[in-house]
C-alpha cells in the first residue's frame, strides 16, 4: 500500500523553527507532486506549499512565502518543510499529500490529492 508517514512535529517558540519531513512508500515517488497542508481547531484545512516532480517548480501560500522553505529528495522518497520565524498563527495539525499531476497548482484544489499522511503537530508558543 502506499503510505505517507509525517515526522518532525512539536513545540517551539514563537520565533523559532522546525523541519517536518514525509517518508513516501509504495510510489514512483518521482512522478507526483507532493506538499503540504495544515489545519488548525476549528478552522478549514488549507494549502501550504507544493513542489513538483522533479523539484523544478514550487509554489507556497502568502502567508508563509520568505519563511517556509519545500523540498525533495527523490533518491530517499522524502519531502521537507522547512519552517522559519514561526508564529502562534502557524499552530496546526500538518499534512503531507501527494498528487499525480504534474502543475503544482493542482494543490490548490484538496480534492485532487491522491494520498495523504496521518498528520503532525506543530505548536507554537507566545
Known amino acids: 500500500q502506499v503510505q505517507l508517514v509525517e515526522s518532525g512535529g512539536g513545540l517551539v517558540q514563537a520565533g523559532g523553527s522546525l523541519r517536518l519531513a514525509c517518508a513516501a512508500s509504495?510510489?514512483?515517488?518521482?512522478?507526483?507532486?507532493m506538499g503540504w497542508f495544515r489545519q488548525a481547531p476549528g478552522k478549514e484545512r488549507e494549502f501550504v506549499a507544493a513542489i513538483s516532480w522533479r523539484g523544478g517548480g514550487t509554489y507556497y501560500v502568502d502567508s508563509v512565502k520568505g519563511r517556509f522553505t519545500i523540498s525533495r529528495d527523490n533518491a530517499k522518497n522524502t519531502v521537507s518543510l522547512e519552517m522559519n520565524s514561526l508564529t502562534p498563527e502557524d499552530t496546526a495539525a500538518y499534512y503531507c499529500?501527494?498528487?499525480?499531476?504534474?502543475?503544482?497548482?493542482?494543490?490548490?484544489?484538496?480534492?485532487?490529492?491522491?494520498?495523504w499522511g496521518k498528520g503532525a503537530l506543530v505548536t507554537v508558543s507566545s
Open positions: 499529500a501527494a498528487t499525480a499531476a504534474s502543475d503544482v497548482y493542482v494543490f490548490g484544489a484538496p480534492g485532487l490529492m491522491n494520498y
Open positions: 509504495g510510489l514512483r515517488f518521482s512522478t507526483y507532486s
